[in-house]
């Protein structure tokens, strides 16, 4: 009996696109990409308002904000001080104003000494330099160094005098002043004495942490935090204050390279770096925390927030609130799923030390001592997680699981960890090109474990042969993984009996593997042997496939323009999405090929089809290309014959056949996966297609194969009408023009224009 027999099919889940948020929230490098809306929109659809929902991880603060906003009651466990701060100050961000206020404070204060002097200037001068161009004295907006260099070797300026923008080698003058600052001193003493005193023995990893900032970032850093300890603030203007200091801490390390991506996971300092200016990074940090948003209401655990929606937090890993939950009615769970970061829980423990003292990290503080984590390692986190939460669920409760970095080790261990801690795979829909993986779990008891595993293979092989055969068309690991996945569980042989969270993930990945070879009956195209996740998956042997989805998409896509223009993007995209869920989700640069060939967007981004796709256009177009193809071929002595969407030319001596398919779409299914009509095959399409269809054909290495196989050549409407208009064509001459004609990446194939 197979896991589809023993089980009824799940509804499916549609993918939650979401938009791009205006604005990146601070400290946005280390946190989930979740698209705006995404949380709120399932929730919406899923719970009624008014229920609560908990959030075991605490890893997005815009995930918690939007849910509560949405009316939820969102009860978030963060262990993370860090975690904690974001999600208060987003819950309830101060108005620009009360940001700039509470920085003025700070830069009206005096440092202590002989000839006390206003802090903003003291800061402002550790950057001095003189324009390159002028020679005035300035500030460094930010310093250039190499990693492990004793100077900086460039420096970026704004010169108020000159107008002079832009990066310029840096001088002897500012290699001295960068020298002034010694490795040790009390600031660093007293960074480090906030985190993990002498007798500590994390100190040596809190001091290897702390590496991570140069000397005048920390004389700098801790002149600042030295000086908001002393103020007599407002507990509102503190928080303030503080917020701004954090983003400056992050601002501050020396982990923001040069050239490359600033994301970060590793503590690791980038060959090349920059130094910023500290004070103006507290200046740039305002409209960051100052976002706009509304306040949504924010209780401490055990309060609760309003009936109307509100964020209840507590301050501690879920284990410890565990025994608490039955307080409330639980309902669902929603979260953004946390990935490995060591450079960002490290730095946790370092700011929070900094900012808040050494109680405010409590045993938090062990994170300085780990510097790797494996996907074994994380299963066996992610399930000690989800473990303490599935019990407390109601039986079938939805949890919904946001992954926003997508990878094979990642997505793999969340779906291992939550299925021993009985929380069952239901549903999945994943965008592995944009890195966004989305499961639907239920929760249920922890299964049991399976005695035998033997049938796992054929049932990995039977899953995926299902997936590709409802998608029609080549696909990614992680497609694959997931369905393997889900029907090992629904078949109760995905949790391995004597196996703990490590040994269970390299062998759930080693089951995966050998039942996805080629000697398993699968094709493998532009693979690699370093990564899964390269190329794409196709069965040796799979009759009757559905249509490519990417055709489908097309249909759809067309007919909605058609049906209901004037949406924006995001509406399409959801749409779309709904249209096409679970299994089926479109890839989002199909749909960004599909809109640049058939729709035109208005002043307010609204799409509309092109007035050249309208149907009686093309009707047209077709009409004009099968007469112009038709005399083209008696012109050059073939006997043709023609039906809607064909023209053909033939000749018996010697045996000639040419095939003409006039298409308006970039429908390559129903062309390429039937037997070649001639010797020599031809799609005639609009030039506005080309792209779309050169994107078809990368997307599905399946179809490029047979387009070379059975010799299919494209042509553009455009390229057809000039041959009707060539004087005295022969058939050597048009074989010629035909190979100047290649499809290419320029729609409009100026080649022979």
């Not at 565990?322 to 309902?331: F, G, K, T, Y």
Request: glycine content about 6%; aromatic content about 8%.
């Amino acid at each position: 009996m197979t896991a589809d027999s023993k089980n009824p099919p799940q509804p499916d889940l549609a993918f939650r696109p979401g938009q791009e948020p205006a604005q990146q929230p601070p400290l946005a490098r280390y946190l989930p990409r979740l698209p705006l809306g995404a949380a709120a929109g399932w929730l919406a659809d899923t719970l009624p308002p008014g229920s609560w929902v908990i959030d075991p991880f605490g890893a997005s603060p815009q995930l918690a904000v939007e849910a509560a906003q949405a009316g939820y009651r969102v009860l978030v466990a963060a262990n993370n001080p860090i975690a904690r701060f974001l999600i208060e100050m987003a819950a309830q961000p101060p108005a620009a104003a009360e940001l700039k206020a509470a920085l003025a404070e700070l830069a009206a204060a005096r440092r202590s000494g002989q000839e006390p002097e206003r802090i903003e200037p003291h800061i402002r001068a550790l950057y001095a330099t003189e324009c390159p161009q002028c020679g005035q004295p300035i500030e460094a907006r930010a310093f250039l160094w190499e990693k492990g260099a004793a100077a900086p070797y460039a420096k970026f300026t704004v010169c108020p005098y000159c107008g002079q923008r832009g990066e310029s080698p840096a001088t002897p003058e500012d290699a001295a002043r960068a020298a002034r600052f010694a490795m040790a001193g009390p600031h660093r003493a007293r960074a480090l004495e906030r985190v993990a005193p002498a007798d500590d023995p994390d100190r040596a990893h809190a001091e290897e942490a702390l590496d991570a900032y140069l000397p005048r970032a920390v004389y700098a850093l801790f002149t600042l935090i030295n000086k908001l300890a002393g103020l007599s603030l407002s507990p509102a203007a503190r928080r303030d204050l503080s917020a701004l200091l954090l983003a400056a801490c992050d601002r501050g390390s020396a982990l923001w390279p040069v050239g490359g991506r600033a994301r970060l996971r590793q503590l690791t300092v980038p060959p090349r770096f920059y130094e910023h200016n500290l004070w103006w990074a507290l200046e740039e940090a305002i409209p960051l925390w100052a976002s706009g948003q509304p306040v949504t209401p924010f209780t401490l655990w055990p309060e609760p927030p309003p009936e109307s929606g509100g964020i209840c937090l507590y301050e501690g890993r879920l284990r410890m609130l565990a025994e608490e939950l039955p307080r409330i009615s639980l309902a669902g769970a929603v979260s953004a799923l946390p990935r490995p970061n060591q450079a960002f829980w490290t730095l946790s423990a370092l700011w929070a030390g900094w900012l808040w003292g050494r109680a405010a990290i409590g045993p938090f503080v062990s994170v300085v001592r780990r510097r790797r984590y494996d996907w074994a390692w994380h299963t066996a986190a992610l399930e000690d997680t989800f473990s303490h939460l599935a019990p407390r669920l109601p039986a079938g409760a939805p949890f919904l699981g946001l992954i926003t970095e997508s990878e094979q080790g990642f997505d793999l261990a969340a779906l291992l960890a939550a299925e021993r801690a009985g929380l069952r795979l239901a549903a999945s829909a994943l965008r592995p090109g944009r890195g966004q993986s989305q499961y639907l779990w239920q929760a249920g008891p922890p299964p049991t474990p399976a005695a035998s595993v033997a049938a796992n293979p054929d049932i990995v092989r039977q899953a995926a042969h299902n997936l590709l055969q409802q998608r029609g068309q080549p696909s990614q690991y992680l497609h694959l993984q997931a369905a393997a996945v889900q029907a090992l569980a629904q078949n109760n042989t995905l949790a391995l009996a004597g196996l703990d969270p490590a040994d269970q993930f390299n062998e759930s990945r080693s089951t995966l593997e050998f039942g996805l070879t080629f000697q398993s009956g699968f094709l493998r195209y532009e693979g690699s042997d370093n990564s899964l996740e390269v190329g794409q998956w196709w069965p040796r042997d799979l009759p009757d496939p559905q249509p490519p989805l990417a055709d489908r998409m097309e249909r759809w896509l067309v007919r909605q323009l058609l049906d209901a223009p004037g949406q924006p993007r995001p509406a399409l995209d959801a749409a779309l999405c709904a249209a096409f869920p679970g299994r089926l989700t479109p890839p989002a640069d199909t749909l960004s090929a599909l809109l640049d060939s058939y729709a035109e967007a208005d002043e307010s981004a609204a799409l509309r089809l092109r007035p050249a796709d309208a149907p009686a256009a093309r009707h047209a177009d077709l009409d004009e290309l099968r007469r112009l193809l038709v005399q083209l071929g008696q012109a050059l002595g073939y006997q043709t014959r023609q039906t809607d969407q064909s023209v053909r030319w033939e000749d018996d001596s010697p045996p000639e056949t040419w095939h003409f398919h006039l298409a308006a779409s970039a429908l390559l299914g129903e062309c390429l996966l039937a037997p070649p009509p001639a010797e020599r095959n031809f799609i005639v399409h609009p030039g506005s297609r080309a792209r779309l269809l050169l994107h078809k054909l990368k997307r599905d290495p399946r179809l490029a194969q047979l387009a070379e196989k059975q010799n299919w050549r494209f042509l553009t409407f455009r390229l057809v009408r000039r041959l009707g208009q060539t004087p005295a064509l022969t058939r050597a001459g048009l074989l010629a023009l035909l190979d100047l004609d290649p499809l290419s990446e320029e729609a409009t194939q100026l080649a022979l224009l």
